[in-house]
């Protein structure tokens, strides 16, 4: 993984799409190879090892959906949905399937980019795999060694459930998190619980971070998908 | 034109005249021939062949005629090009034969069938009621009320005098109770007279044969007069009855007046005619396919079903007293429309009455057909609001792909021309000229999108796509989603916000949109810097929400016009916008069950308030314990 240039790999059949990307990409120092079907994906994917994955839905001769869940099976890059297809259901199971993320066509580079920025950072923090005890986002600061979590100087109280969500969030900041995986990753199962769960310590929390709950600058929803804490 | 006298059973010279009718293309009637002596049998004949003529598909004239002159006369109103009359074998028919001597004589520019028929054996034979203790009475009474009086008049009258009391009496007896009471008072008082007046009085013997003609005058008339008399009787009878069909029909005629759809009119007809009927009436609705309305044959058995369904492929009366399918179990009538059956009327009579008798069929009959006009009439009608609800979807269509291809263009044209000059070899533009090119594209490229979305929300909106997935939500988490998405355009806009601490049951990603749109709305139509105001209130059943702005508002009268598709304001042209943000807020709201309105505010801007109801409470959570 060379840090200084990462490769981004990107899938994509449209080639305005393929040309703006690579134009993007290349002129903020990334390195940029290019497939257009599902089958040379693949291929690329297997034979470049690239450090970052963006994958269109449509493509020719077969669903994206299909190849991130194939390459999830035998690689942690991190893959970026980039479609059309802007329907929140769609999101959520790209994202279910292992997607890090999911750019609703059309975006600008300036998003494109932060996308990208929070995927190679939230890699390079598993890869690192020892994280610091300590994570400080803003006024926010959370020590996961002593489960301490304070605002600016004042400690703030949270009851287990809520400093389980904070932490799920805190850990993948900056990326969106679906209702599932919250769930999955505050009670340890999907399958239970509803997003009315999470919404009720998603309130409470905000009523303890945020300084106005209404305008949350934080703990950030995302409609009918999830939530994301703002890295 | 066949003519029935009731003597015996027209069915065959009725058959005849349907066949000949048939064979000539030509429509037909019957119409009886009065009898000089009334008979209750003959009069039911009579019911019997009008009931057959109706079925085979003949008219019934309710008039009598008694001569060659009255037939010769109604026969040149009506044009009648053929008349059929029967001889009945084995009767000696004198006055058929008068009747068509009198035809043949003074011949009428018509056709003579006379149709020869055995006569069939009685099938009962009905005898005549014998009257009550109550009418025996009151002839004796009579007798002795009409002796007395002669008693009392006899030394300065005639004998013919007395005689005329006692005929007084009679037609008093023969109006009031009858036939059979008249002849016994007939009895009774030529009894009374020769033991009264006769020499020698107070005996039964007669002295002077001549009295015995006065005997023999006296029943005579008293036989004329209760013959008479009870013609009269039945002739008020059918006058009463006919009068009771005719308001009947009125009556009919105002329910259906009444109009509103063919639902409506089903019901109100049935629950009419089982009143006025006394017995289970059901209207049976046909659908465009020709089959029976599957709601109104729930209530009828299969086999029920079966012959209302024959009714209705033959447009012909079938079931109870009539002579399709007479083994069906009630009275099944067809409603013919002028294009296709609108369905069938089914009647069950009562276990006593066994049969619908022929007056109250041919009544039935019109109710048949008085409904399927009125019903024919409710179905054009809804045929003519489908008809103009799809031109308007026409019309809406049109507006649709004019005003999409103009608000398509305009940003294409704009992107397109400013592409064209970058792309152009002349001298290259100075570096703010060229930002500012580039910042049109984007800003059009936006606008392009804006619409798209927009189109296509309404469209899924429209066609019913979306279903509306209530989850409950902290109120305070919509707002504040939707606030943080619209961050770049609040920048410099105060939003004050005034919130419940409430959860709502919306569908977040649906009711988001209608925030968004409402606050861009807002945002557009009042000027930069002016304050918006976004309030809410809950309570146990609906929860409110208002967005004010302080712009211009609408003018007085479109309030509620802001929330059709493509609706641009007074202000439309000066403001971006497609039209469509609103009509996808009511969409939205509408398919939440909601309402969504629009006022100018009295201290002037627009607010827009919208309504959901709620049900039920939120979920309670189980108790979380602090480790």
């Keep these: 993984m060379s840090l200084a240039n990462p490769l981004v790999l990107v899938i994509e059949d449209e080639l305005p799409m393929r040309r703006y990307l690579r134009s993007t990409l290349q002129s903020h120092g990334y390195k940029v190879e290019e497939a257009i079907t599902v089958e040379e994906g693949r291929e690329q994917a297997r034979r470049l090892s690239p450090d970052i994955v963006l994958l269109d839905l449509g493509l020719p001769d077969g669903d994206g959906l299909d190849l991130a869940r194939e390459l999830?099976?035998?690689?942690?890059?991190?893959?970026?949905?980039?479609?059309?297809?802007?329907?929140?259901?769609?999101?959520?199971?790209?994202?279910?399937?292992?997607?890090?993320?999911?750019l609703s066509k059309p975006f600008g580079s300036a998003e494109l980019l932060a996308r990208i920025r929070v995927a190679l950072r939230h890699t390079a923090a598993v890869a690192g795999a020892v994280t610091d005890s300590v994570v400080q986002i803003g006024a926010l600061r959370v020590d996961l060694s002593s489960r301490e979590v304070s605002l600016g100087d004042a400690v703030v109280h949270l009851s287990p459930n809520e400093y389980a969500l904070l932490v799920a969030l805190v850990q993948h900041a900056g990326k969106v998190l679906t209702h599932r995986q919250l769930l999955k990753e505050v009670w340890g199962t999907a399958v239970g619980p509803q997003p009315h769960y999470l919404r009720v310590y998603m309130a409470s929390l905000r009523k303890k971070l945020e300084a106005d709950p209404a305008r949350p600058r934080l703990l950030l929803t995302e409609p009918g998908v999830g939530y994301r804490l703002k890295a | 034109m066949v003519l029935v006298d009731g003597r015996a059973s027209s069915s065959e010279v009725i058959r005849a005249a349907c066949r000949l009718a048939t064979l000539q293309n030509v429509s037909w009637f019957a119409v009886q021939l009065d009898s000089l002596l009334y008979s209750k049998v003959a009069d039911e004949r009579v019911s019997e062949d009008f009931r057959l003529v109706e079925q085979l598909g003949g008219e019934v004239l309710q008039i009598q005629l008694s001569n060659a002159k009255d037939i010769r006369e109604l026969a040149a109103s009506r044009r009648v090009a053929t008349l059929v009359l029967g001889r009945h074998l084995g009767h000696r028919n004198r006055r058929m034969m008068a009747i068509l001597k009198a035809l043949i004589?003074?011949?009428?520019?018509?056709?003579?069938?006379?149709?020869?028929?055995q006569a069939e054996q009685p099938r009962r034979v009905s005898l005549p009621e014998f009257?009550?203790?109550?009418?025996?009475?009151?002839?004796?009474?009579?007798?002795?009320?009409?002796?007395?009086?002669?008693?009392?008049?006899?030394?300065?009258?005639?004998?013919?005098?007395?005689?005329?009391?006692?005929?007084?009496?009679?037609?008093?007896?023969?109006?009031?109770f009858g036939r059979m009471t008249a002849l016994v008072t007939s009895l009774l008082s030529v009894g009374a007279l020769d033991f009264c007046f006769i020499p020698p009085r107070f005996t039964f013997a007669v002295q002077d044969v001549r009295h015995l003609g006065t005997f023999g005058v006296m029943l005579g008339v008293g036989w004329i007069v209760a013959h008479l008399a009870e013609r009269i009787r039945a002739q008020a009878r059918m006058a009463l009855e006919r009068e009771g069909h005719a308001s009947a029909l009125n009556r009919l005629g105002g329910v259906l007046a009444e109009g509103g759809d063919l639902e409506a009119i089903r019901a109100r007809v049935e629950t009419y005619l089982r009143r006025e009927l006394d017995m289970r009436v059901l209207v049976l609705l046909a659908d465009g396919k020709g089959d029976l309305n599957s709601s109104g044959s729930q209530n009828l058995g299969s086999d029920e079903a079966a012959v209302a369904q024959w009714v209705l492929e033959h447009a012909a009366p079938a079931g109870k007293g009539t002579t399709a399918l007479p083994g069906a179990r009630g009275l099944f009538l067809p409603m013919a429309g002028t294009e296709h059956p609108m369905g069938v009327l089914a009647l069950f009579p009562g276990g006593q009455k066994l049969a619908v008798e022929a007056e109250r069929q041919s009544l039935l009959t019109v109710f048949a057909a008085q409904i399927s006009l009125a019903l024919e009439r409710a179905h054009l009608a809804e045929e003519r609001t489908e008809a103009?609800?799809?031109?308007?979807?026409?019309?809406?269509?049109?507006?649709?792909?004019?005003?999409?291809?103009?608000?398509?263009?305009?940003?294409?044209?704009?992107?397109?021309?400013?592409?064209t000059n970058l792309l152009s070899p002349g001298p290259s533009a100075d570096p703010a000229d060229h930002r500012m090119l580039l910042s049109t594209i984007h800003?059009?490229?936006?606008?392009?999108?804006?619409?798209?979305?927009?189109?296509?929300?309404?469209?899924?909106?429209?066609?019913?796509?979306?279903?509306?997935?209530?989850?409950?939500?902290?109120?305070?988490?919509?707002?504040?989603?939707?606030?943080?998405?619209?961050?770049?355009?609040l920048v410099d806009r105060p939003l004050q916000l005034d919130l419940p601490e409430a959860w709502v049951p919306v569908d977040p990603v649906l009711f988001e949109q209608v925030l968004q749109n409402l606050l861009d709305n807002a945002l557009k139509y009042s000027g930069p810097g002016c304050p918006i105001l976004l309030q809410a209130c809950v309570d146990a059943e609906q929860f409110a929400l208002t967005i004010a702005d302080q712009g211009p508002g609408v003018p007085e009268g479109e309030e509620q016009r802001?929330?059709?598709k493509f609706y641009r304001g007074n202000r439309g042209a000066s403001i971006q916008g497609s039209g469509l943000g609103l009509a996808i807020c009511r969409g939205i709201i509408q398919a939440h069950g909601g309402t969504i309105q629009a006022h100018n505010l009295p201290a002037g801007g627009l607010q827009i308030r919208l309504?959901?109801?709620?049900?039920?409470?939120?979920?309670?959570?189980?108790?979380?314990g602090y480790s």
């Design chain 1, 72 to 102: 999830r099976a035998w690689s942690q890059v991190p893959i970026i949905i980039v479609s059309a297809r802007g329907r929140e259901e769609d999101k959520v199971i790209a994202l279910d399937f292992g997607a890090d993320d999911y």
């Design chain 2, 105 to 117: 004589q003074d011949a009428p520019a018509m056709a003579l069938h006379v149709v020869a028929f």
């Design chain 2, 131 to 176: 009257p009550g203790l109550q009418s025996l009475a009151a002839a004796t009474l009579v007798v002795a009320l009409a002796t007395g009086v002669d008693l009392l008049i006899r030394s300065h009258m005639d004998l013919a005098d007395l005689v005329m009391v006692y005929l007084l009496g009679i037609t008093f007896v023969a109006t009031r």
């Design chain 2, 388 to 419: 103009r609800i799809h031109a308007e979807e026409e019309q809406l269509r049109s507006t649709l792909l004019s005003s999409v291809s103009h608000d398509l263009r305009t940003p294409l044209a704009a992107i397109t021309g400013v592409t």
């Design chain 2, 443 to 489: 800003q059009e490229a936006c606008r392009l999108q804006r619409l798209v979305n927009n189109m296509l929300d309404l469209t899924k909106l429209e066609s019913g796509q979306v279903k509306v997935q209530k989850e409950w939500v902290p109120l305070e988490e919509l707002v504040g989603s939707t606030i943080s998405r619209m961050e770049e355009q």
């Design chain 2, 562 to 564: 802001l929330f059709e």
């Design chain 2, 611 to 624: 309504t959901l109801p709620i049900e039920g409470a939120p979920p309670e959570l189980p108790p979380e």
